[in-house]
């Protein structure tokens, strides 16, 4: 991984009290919590299924395990469930976020903005299903209650995605990563990947507990039409 690039400090000024100040990190921290388990409550029989489902359709795991890197790039396991055969590669997919990253159309053909590989034959059909739902992402609600993640943040991003970055995109390490976000609830996977960072940074200098609530209303809406989903 490469060194660190300090966050730019006019960002941890931009929003009231300073993006690090108790007086932002304690509420959303407490909404974290109190919005996290309450939805692991309901959500368990649910949770149950899917993961039964995930084990008796294809061998492996049910949770899927991921190094990525959270507040100041603090690397950290994210669990989501597990959508892709056991053992696939990643090679191609690296290679695809490499020519996100420094070019405004999508490689290989796809549709403007499509994030994640088009017809991605590592995806199990159980998989493709969860994955529109965005079932597949409930795991992190357990990232949330340890404190790796927030309910609302950018998008937690791959060691490696992390070092094609350019240097201004850093300042979204500030902030811990999200369950949803800006770039989520503004046009999902519709947006280049560049325009998504740009969302992040927007994120961190607008911050606020009313931008939070804001963004996990608009996230239903989004979740439920599964816009952008892939």
Not at 80 to 108: A, C, I, N, W
Request: glycine content about 8%.
């Amino acid at each position: 991984m490469r060194e660190s690039v300090a966050p730019a400090p006019s960002l941890r000024a931009a929003a009231p009290g300073g993006v690090g100040s108790l007086a932002m990190r304690l509420p959303k921290r407490l909404l974290d919590l109190a919005v996290a388990t309450a939805c692991l409550a309901l959500l368990a029989p649910l949770l149950v299924l899917v993961a039964a489902l995930i084990r008796s359709t294809t061998p492996g795991p049910a949770l899927f395990r991921q190094i990525r890197l959270g507040r100041d790039q603090r690397p950290f396991v994210l669990y989501k469930f597990r959508t892709m055969y056991t053992g696939s590669p990643d090679e191609v997919h690296r290679e695809y976020v490499r020519k996100l990253l420094t070019q405004d159309q999508p490689p290989d053909g796809g549709r403007r903005g499509v994030f994640k590989l088009e017809h991605d034959e590592r995806i199990t059909p159980l998989g493709r299903l969860i994955r529109r739902s965005s079932i597949d992402e409930l795991p992190q609600l357990l990232n949330v209650i340890r404190g790796d993640m927030s309910l609302v943040g950018p998008r937690p991003a791959l060691p490696w995605e992390a070092e094609m970055f350019d240097a201004v995109h850093f300042a979204r390490f500030i902030v811990p990563p999200g369950l949803t976000g800006l770039w989520q609830v503004s046009g999902r996977n519709s947006l280049t990947m560049r325009q998504g960072l740009d969302l992040d940074l927007q994120y961190v200098r607008r911050q606020s507990l009313a931008l939070d609530l804001w963004i996990l209303l608009k996230t239903i809406p989004v979740v439920l039409s599964t816009h952008g989903a892939r």
